[in-house]
């Protein structure tokens, strides 16, 4: 009998239901180990043998984990998207028929939340029929990190990152790193009616729980302890059968090392857990076998802060750090530690920035020459385009494939129509995406290589502002991502103001312009020169779209009055920030 999952070899039941979309053939454009753990992906159902808990796994990025108490169903983390949920949802009624009671969110990323749709409905929460449970910061972490702030750039880096635009195959996406693939369709969301703070202790369908904030991939993760069952569910705290992203290349905020072995030590180690079910990898038997994962999981990460804080003190800068921090051969062998999404070089570097920042203590970089200056002295310096160009082609002729693409990237950055420059660097990036087994690193550079020679496909980018989302939002949320598009040519001598009271939430949000800055308040200005009611919708048309076409259309049809000044007067103020562009961004020519 062929064993799925990992630890004892007691316990756990698995049941194949379904195929494997990860890329499971061995070929050369990918590295063995990478098409191994493709292998391990196999959709099907695990069972806690006897204990009434289940993991449906392989459907998505992330694993369903099933409880089944005495009258309903627990559910922990819905996929990235209601599709991949519907195929997990007819799994689940092979294995209940009885209600769900409770979906427990284990944090904000939409490969935990953003299928759940397929199970319930926003109407069930809003009743009471079933618990949505999560951090106290959840929606605020959707909101940050969809439209406001650095939202749509991440969704833009997290398109290469995921390898949204690539096909699956030997040339492309081979399988998500923590799961066999990420792509989104559908994406929902229902609003959580359940906080936790520290500590949640909740009984649902007859099933205690303990639940813990335990900060670590991200800041409002959760995980779940069933004390009468003895099982743990992890969330991502454990992420995976991978080294842990202490940074995401697409681009996070600084995920602090310290404070995620320290949840492992405080939240989860203390735990007599006979079993731990993750939301991403197959689920793990025996109490020694989990508190074994768990050691060196925070040992892994504690090492590679440490080193790398003790390099750091040595007076080592990045470069020189990646070279000196790996891990010591008990840790790098670990199944659970493999360089397949999180990788030590890219923490590592993280890691310095996060504890010094970009400053690396030589003067001369405190005001450099802007890089495409850099370039263009560079390029003179050799010799002109066409002896760079004739060393980057004998650099690809020598396999150095890194140096091609610094080389090119000179070439590139100062002539981003230079199509022999482009076609050099693109055949550079396949290189070194073809021999990485980390996906992200592979997506990244296969993507960039697409964007180089005029072979991406944008049309399967990925849509971060999905409608349930935005429906979770409070109105003052969607206005005051405004701050962000202010346009200072037009309004560093301007001041004005406008008040907007949201109709179907009673949120009243003021809008202050303040040469070149956006104030946003909860109350109605009192010298507003316009003050307008509309609906939530009509406010996400004018945040994400057309403000004008959508201001005119809602004025029309009486979804939206003013109270004080003109349509004019407020297309005025609105034209003042800049308007949504369908423009493609790139990242790998500049």
């Known amino acids: 009998m062929t064993k799925y999952w990992l630890g004892a070899d007691e316990g756990i039941r698995f049941t194949p239901a379904g195929e494997n979309t990860a890329y499971t053939e061995f070929a050369e454009t990918v590295p063995a180990e990478m098409t191994e753990h493709s292998r391990t992906m196999d959709a099907g159902v695990f069972e806690i043998i006897g204990k009434g808990v289940f993991q449906i796994f392989g459907y998505a990025l992330s694993a369903l984990?099933?409880?089944?108490?005495?009258?309903g169903l627990i559910l922990i983390?819905?996929?990235?998207?209601?599709?991949?949920?519907?195929?997990?949802?007819?799994?689940?009624?092979?294995?209940?028929?009885?209600?769900?009671?409770?979906?427990?969110?284990?944090?904000?990323?939409?490969?935990?939340?953003?299928?759940?749709?397929?199970?319930?409905?926003?109407?069930?929460?809003?009743?009471?029929?079933?618990?949505?449970?999560?951090?106290?910061?959840?929606?605020?972490?959707?909101?940050?990190?969809?439209i406001s702030g650095d939202g749509p750039i991440i969704a833009v880096r997290a398109d290469y990152s995921l390898g949204s635009l690539l096909e699956v195959g030997p040339e492309g996406r081979v399988n998500g790193g923590l799961g066999p693939d990420f792509v989104m369709e559908t994406m929902s969301l229902v609003t959580p009616n359940t906080l936790v703070d520290d500590k949640l202790e909740i009984t649902v369908a007859g099933v205690r729980m303990e639940i813990f904030w335990a900060p670590s991939e991200a800041i409002d993760e959760i995980v779940t302890w069933f004390p009468d069952l003895g099982i743990l569910q992890s969330a991502e705290v454990i992420q995976g059968e991978s080294f842990p992203n202490l940074h995401s290349i697409r681009g996070s905020r600084y995920r602090d090392p310290q404070a995620w072995f320290k949840s492992i030590d405080r939240n989860l180690r203390p735990l007599p857990a006979d079993f731990m079910i993750p939301s991403h990898g197959r689920p793990v038997s025996g109490r020694a076998e989990v508190a074994k994962v768990l050691t060196d999981y925070r040992d892994a990460i504690s090492y590679v802060y440490d080193q790398t804080l003790r390099w750091i003190n040595k007076g080592l800068l990045p470069d020189d750090l990646v070279e000196k921090v790996q891990l010591p051969e008990h840790l790098s062998t670990s199944e659970w530690l493999g360089d397949f999404y999180g990788g030590v070089p890219h923490s590592v570097r993280q890691i310095y920035v996060g504890e010094l920042g970009w400053f690396n203590a030589d003067p001369a970089t405190l005001a450099p020459l802007n890089i495409r200056e850099s370039s263009t002295r560079y390029i003179a310096l050799i010799g002109g385009r066409d002896v760079v160009h004739a060393e980057a082609r004998k650099a690809a002729d020598a396999g150095d494939h890194q140096w091609v693409a610094e080389l090119s990237s000179h070439l590139v950055r100062t002539d981003s129509t230079d199509a022999a420059a482009r076609q050099l660097k693109a055949e550079a990036l396949r290189a070194l995406g073809y021999r990485t087994p980390n996906s992200n690193w592979r997506n990244f550079y296969l993507t960039a290589a697409r964007e180089l020679d005029g072979t991406i496909d944008y049309s399967l980018a990925i849509q971060i502002n999905a409608p349930d989302q935005i429906a979770a939002m409070p109105g003052s949320a969607l206005l005051e991502s405004l701050r962000f598009r202010i346009d200072p040519e037009k309004t560093v001598d301007s001041n004005a103001a406008i008040g907007i009271t949201v109709s179907d939430t009673g949120e009243t949000v003021g809008l202050l312009v303040r040469r070149g800055v956006l104030e946003v308040t909860?109350?109605?200005?009192?010298?507003?020169?316009?003050?307008?009611?509309?609906?939530?919708?009509?406010?996400?048309?004018?945040?994400?779209?057309?403000?004008?076409?959508?201001?005119?259309?809602?004025?029309?049809?009486?979804?939206?009055?003013?109270?004080?000044?003109?349509?004019?007067?407020?297309d005025a103020f609105f034209a003042l920030f800049d308007g949504r562009s369908e423009e493609r961004l790139h990242l790998a020519d500049r």
Not at 532 to 561: F, Q
């Open 522 to 570: 909860r109350a109605l200005p009192e010298d507003a020169s316009v003050l307008l009611t509309a609906p939530k919708k009509a406010i996400a048309g004018l945040v994400l779209t057309d403000a004008e076409r959508v201001l005119a259309t809602t004025l029309e049809s009486g979804a939206t009055t003013l109270q004080r000044g003109t349509r004019e007067e407020a």
């Open 65 to 71: 984990t099933v409880v089944e108490g005495e009258d």
């Open 77 to 146: 983390d819905p996929p990235e998207d209601v599709e991949k949920g519907r195929r997990q949802y007819e799994q689940l009624r092979k294995i209940s028929d009885k209600p769900i009671k409770a979906v427990i969110y284990s944090h904000w990323h939409t490969d935990h939340n953003a299928g759940v749709k397929a199970f319930i409905t926003q109407e069930q929460a809003d009743s009471g029929e079933v618990k949505v449970i999560a951090h106290r910061d959840f929606i605020t972490n959707i909101i940050a990190n969809s």
